[in-house]
């Protein structure tokens, strides 16, 4: 008989092994109807019939009984091979040759009643075999073939013409029912062909996953145990697939933890699953193999056969560790400073809102929490002088301070830049807010050695406490930035605390800025004079222009307070141009050897477009360039970096006389004086007060600032003077010219035109 190897769960295949497993029985049916048959005919026509065709007959049903017992055996539940088909077809063909030649014997000298006797026994015996026979359409139709041509012979077209074509007609019915029947099953067993072909392809595949991919297969026993341990899955676990076969999958996992009993908690999920025999997936546990934790990843299903009963597991394993290492990396970048390993802003806010309790219920709690926040002084000089490179180790210098300060409960980490922070949890009835803020001022503020310079940057320290100075993290956040920057306005390198009022000063000063971004399309900014005289002859030899605001609502606001929100908001570039442009269209209504003196920011001179503002506004005003002076602080070196120097230069080239203000209330440095060539440098009020009040410090300072001017070939300019007797002691100590009060305050240009009666004549006529 014709057997199949098929694959449980794919419908066609079932069919076709209902149908072989229903051959069998069939076939037995067969053999059971011939021998019925063999006895009733030696019965009935024994002494009558043919020896000859009994003999043949009966030598056909055992050759048939013996061909289809050892294909039997062959078969063993493999797929037949083309041969045995072939083997089926001959067989059939054989037996319906046989069966032919018996049924010619028979009937030979009987009448046609005995005829028909003879064909209806013979046909029910064809009908059986044709039966027995189905499962293997091509031996059924080798076997119909030679009966219709029996059939002919058999019967007498002239006297049994209609017997015979019922006989014809019934055995080509069986034959087209038989083709049908062989067509079907050749497509069925072609499909199973390709099926097993597949199912090669897939064992090929899998076999291939098994020895190039990361990953694994694996299956357990009905007791949980490891069977048919792959190569890939041996190499894992550092042994050998024997020594891995039949060991509990569990022990295997917990490795030194199995004699402990103190399983990770993945293991105890893992173990739970495989009790209850249900499937999972992604179950993630740490392995250990050779001394090292590895992370695995492991996905499986229950197995069972066609009766329902357990076999075990089978699945898939990963070794994830790579993965796993690289998610932590991950999220190691993102709650934590790259630079300084200090927790980053995000972490830091986690910290803080879990400190807060998640707003009010936090907040209402006693003691409450702190925030505190930290920026460098002087950072950024270091920065723009020795380069980010050396700025960079300082800020991990700072930071190793910082985490050793902050040692007990406090949370430290890097907000951004040279901005740190602070986190106290929690407060208790003397919070020594002011003391850790003292500790960290000191201990950043002490020298540090980065490679071969000595560097010294200060701190200033800005805090807010819950509830009081905020009930969420973002108020408590914003009310020590507030605070922050009051102790930076404060020079730096000090401590303050929230209070209320600098709420209102930054709204203020928010305002402030919303109204200056107005002022200049309104005109509402103008111009003053301020007059320059000879020390020793008190002519006026310039002016120096002062921008001015009076607002409608607020009315004049002072300079001190807008020129810093003006900086903060990046407006000083167009007012400072305003002011060029005004101050040099009205000094050209003046004499020709006096010169007007503008203040430049250092933003003003970090932008590439100020040297053609500078071209454009003497170009437009008819203005000599010698007569220009343009007035910078010693911020321009310290905030700025080499471009500025290289602006300097070009203006110098332009003819534009330069001027160093406020020399000596700054950073203080000769270096200043070597870079860049100035014609004037102006001496600070403080130093003028000072040394009218006979303070030796004062007195030294200007005594040494006019030496070395008059050795560089620079001129000095005393500011303040406001009294007879400052102007005869800065006379006295060599300033060649004063500016201040007591020669003339700020006066609109009309004003400081009217100096010149006879130039203005002389410019009329």
Known sequence: MMGLAVVPGDAAERVLAAQLRSADHVALLRQAMNLFGLLFLWQVFGHHGSAPGLMLWSAALLLSMAVGG???????????????????????????????????????????????????????????????????????????????????????????????????????????????????????????????????????????????????????????????????????????????????????????????????????????????????????LPVELDGKVRWWELSASPRYDEGGAFLGFRGVGS?????????????????????????????????????????????????????????????????????????????????????????????????????????????????????????????????????????????????????????????????????????????????????PQLHAQAEERRQLELALRDALEKKQLHVLFQPVVEAQAGAVVGFEALVRWTHPDMGPISPAKFIPVAEEARLIGPIGEWVLRTACKEAACWPEDVRIAVNVSAEQLAHPSFVGAVVSALAQSGLEARRLELEVTESVFVNADTGALKILDQLRGLGVRLSLDDFGTGYSSLGYLSRTRFDTIKIDRSFVVGASNNKAESLAIIRAVVTLADSLGMATTAEGVETEAELAMVRGLGCRKVQGFYFGRPMPAADAAALFPAHQARARA
């Open 70 to 284: 050892i294909l039997r055996r062959r078969r063993n539940g493999a797929a037949v091979s083309a041969a045995d088909l072939r083997v089926h077809g001959f067989t059939g063909l054989l037996h319906g040759l046989i069966w032919a030649a018996c049924m010619m014997s028979l009937s030979a000298g009987h009448g046609a009643a005995q005829s028909v006797a003879h064909w209806t026994l013979i046909s029910c015996i064809m009908v059986c075999g044709a039966i027995s026979y189905a499962p293997t359409p091509l031996a059924a139709t080798g076997f119909l073939l030679p009966c219709i041509v029996g059939l002919g012979a058999l019967f007498d077209p002239r006297d049994q013409a209609p017997l015979l074509a019922l006989a014809t007609s019934y055995a080509l019915s069986l034959l087209v029912g038989c083709f049908l029947y062989a067509r079907t099953f050749a497509r069925q067993h072609s499909a199973s062909v390709q099926l097993e072909e597949k199912s090669e392809v897939v064992s090929l595949l899998l076999r291939e996953y098994e020895h190039g991919a990361s990953d694994w297969l694996w299956q357990t026993d009905p007791a949980r145990r490891l069977s048919g341990v792959s190569p890939r899955l041996a190499e894992m676990l550092g042994r050998a697939p024997a020594e891995a076969e039949g060991v509990l999958l569990v022990e295997l996992l917990a490795g030194n933890a199995w004699e402990s009993g103190l399983f990770p908690t993945e293991l105890h999920e893992l173990a739970d699953h495989l009790k209850r025999r249900e499937s999972f997936s992604n179950i993630v």
């Open 319 to 499: 070794d994830i560790t790579e993965q796993r290492e690289s998610a932590e990396r991950i999220a190691q970048l993102a709650r934590f400073d790259p630079l300084t390993g200090l927790p980053n802003r995000t972490h830091l806010r986690d910290v803080l809102d879990q400190a807060m309790g998640g707003g009010m219920a936090g907040a209402a709690r006693a003691g409450g929490c702190a925030f505190l926040m930290i920026d460098l002084d002087r950072f950024k000089a270091v920065n723009d002088t020795l380069g980010h490179q050396i700025g960079d180790k300082l800020l991990t210098q700072v930071a190793r301070r910082l985490r050793h300060i902050c040692s007990g409960a406090e949370f430290c980490g890097r907000i951004g830049g040279d901005e740190f922070a602070v986190v106290i949890p929690q407060l208790g009835e003397t919070h020594g807010v002011d003391k850790l803020a003292a500790r960290i001022i000191n201990g950043l503020s002490a020298p540090y050695q980065v490679d071969e310079h000595t560097l010294y940057v200060g701190a200033s320290v800005g805090s807010a406490v819950s509830p009081q100075d905020g009930r969420e993290s973002e108020a408590l956040i914003r009310s020590a930035d507030l605070a922050l920057y009051r102790a930076k306005g404060d020079g730096g390198g000090v401590h303050c605390a929230y209070e």
